[in-house]
């Protein structure tokens, strides 16, 4: 990036730390012990994963930590990332029977006691299936991609993951905040996967360092997890000054230890109200800012980002100025970045599509001082990619069959990311998980067959 420049982050570690403190041993067994044990647990059917639930939280109260960690990872291959990440007040905890009586179960922190015990004790948790002379290429090492390599090695395939960056996790190792996931956490993730006998081939870019149709003609299926890109362009003057960041550079930066030498200074505007507008929010308070604004040129109701996460980026005094959108930014004649100026917005009626648009209110411009501004309004798809390996997309939303989750390729599958489409908000990491598992045993379904029929 040319933007950062490494620098050391030994002043910054502590405002990296994890911020929720995982549940103690006298905690988690008194929580285990609260536990209903549903017959038909909604919390299960509740989780896109579907983690059985309670079975995880009973080997807990027995004290087989172990098994525990192994029924979580079993349903869910980056359950441990998952369990603190997801949102659970929305999803397994929402669905708890004791909601409607007292307080719903911590699945979440009960998860993370479990995969934390295996971590801290350095867990190996499954075996590699018997090869059965089939081989699958993953484009992609992140949630989707670690998930569906998983699948098909613990089935019994060849698999070999290529991943651009110099780590593998994707979004769990390089986009979700220190102080929420910390990187080592995801690198366990896919330790739990190489132990599989998965090869996985990290700064490789496919059209550089090698081909798609090297993929295509090496190996009997390929899997496309490859995620979104980068945050786009607002379209504005003044956005390629030296302070003006894309959100998912900026929280990448805090993960690998590259950061502005002057940080981003005290008054920060983030555009955007998602996920990843709100990461970038708290991580310029933890870096030094004094005032972080969120800019949304809609409403509360239309943001994408969690409840938790608005509500977390609250507590840290985060302010979040509504129907507000970015006009150009401002800069003084050095080209430091002074301010942004602004416009009001109204929603229009809903259209055929039942969305609100927002439009601009004529003579309604106002300035916002600032001395650094963040772009988070989504991401880029890597158009170019998929064309490489000339499949069927829409803007870089790959087309699939939907049960099938095959491309119009019949030799190539997709999953996570490169398939949601545009204007649903943004997608779960435990969604894309679940989608890794569904694709690798399309794979098989198809290459099963051949293989029976070779026996």
């Known amino acids: ?25 006298r905690q988690a067994i008194e929580e285990a012990n609260r536990c209903l044990y549903c017959y038909d647990a909604p919390c299960i059917k509740a989780c896109p994963t579907d983690i059985d639930i309670p079975t995880f939280i009973k080997k807990i109260a027995s004290g087989n930590l172990k098994g525990s960690a192994k029924t979580i990872m079993t349903a869910n ?19 708890c029977v004791l909601n409607h009586s007292t307080t719903p179960i911590m699945i979440g922190n009960l998860q993370r006691y479990a995969t934390d015990w295996a971590i801290q004790n350095q867990q190996v948790l499954f075996k590699a ?6 081989s699958v290429a993953v484009v992609g090492g992140g949630p989707a991609g670690l998930s569906a390599a998983r699948e098909l090695a613990l089935i019994g395939y060849t698999v070999t993951v290529f991943e651009a960056e110099e780590k593998a996790g994707g979004l769990n190792t390089y986009g979700i905040v220190s102080f929420r996931l910390p990187q080592a956490i995801s690198f366990w993730e896919v330790e739990q996967v190489k132990s599989l006998d998965v090869e996985i081939r990290t700064n490789t870019r496919i059209g550089q360092d090698i081909q798609a149709q090297e993929l295509l003609e ?15 362009q607002l379209g504005i003057e003044g956005e390629d000054l030296p302070s003006v960041f894309d959100a998912i550079q900026f929280v990448k ?11 981003i200074g005290k008054r920060v505007a983030v555009i955007g109200a998602g996920n990843t ?17 969120i800019l949304y040129r809609r409403t509360i109701e239309e943001m994408t980002a969690y409840e938790f996460e608005y509500e977390f980026a609250k507590q840290d005094n985060v302010e979040f100025h509504w129907l507000t959108a970015p006009n150009r930014i401002i800069a003084d004649e050095g080209g ?25 209110v004529e003579g309604s411009e106002f300035i916002i001082a600032v001395d650094a501004v ?24 790959v087309k699939i069959a939907s049960k099938s989750f095959q491309t119009s390729k019949e030799q190539v599958y997709a999953c996570g990311d490169v398939i949601f489409g545009k204007g649903q908000g943004e997608a779960m990491v435990v969604s894309a998980a679940q989608q890794g598992k569904m694709v690798a045993l399309e794979v098989h379904r198809k290459l099963g067959s051949e293989i029976s029929a070779t026996a």
């Open 374 to 397: 963040i772009r988070a309004i989504g991401q880029s798809r890597y158009v170019q990619l998929i064309e490489e390996f000339g499949i069927e997309h829409a803007d870089g939303v």
């Open 253 to 263: 930066a805090t993960k690998t230890g590259e950061l502005s030498k002057e940080i």
């Open 77 to 95: 291959p980056i359950g441990a990332s998952c369990a603190r990440v997801c949102p659970t007040e929305e999803l397994c905890e929402g669905a």
């Open 129 to 134: 299936g018997s090869k059965n002379g089939k």
């Open 218 to 232: 090496t190996y009997d299926a390929v899997v496309l997890a490859i995620g979104m890109s980068d945050v786009p």
């Open 277 to 293: 507008a709100i990461d970038a929010a708290t991580c310029s308070v933890r870096l030094g800012a004094e005032n972080v604004k």
């Open 336 to 360: 430091k970045v002074t301010g942004i100026e602004c416009k009001r917005m109204v929603l229009s009626e809903p259209g055929e599509d039942g969305r609100r648009r927002p439009l601009p």
């Open 1 to 25: 990036m040319s933007k950062i420049e490494r620098i050391s982050l030994q002043n910054l570690e502590g405002n990296f730390e994890e911020i929720e403190p995982g549940l103690s041993n």
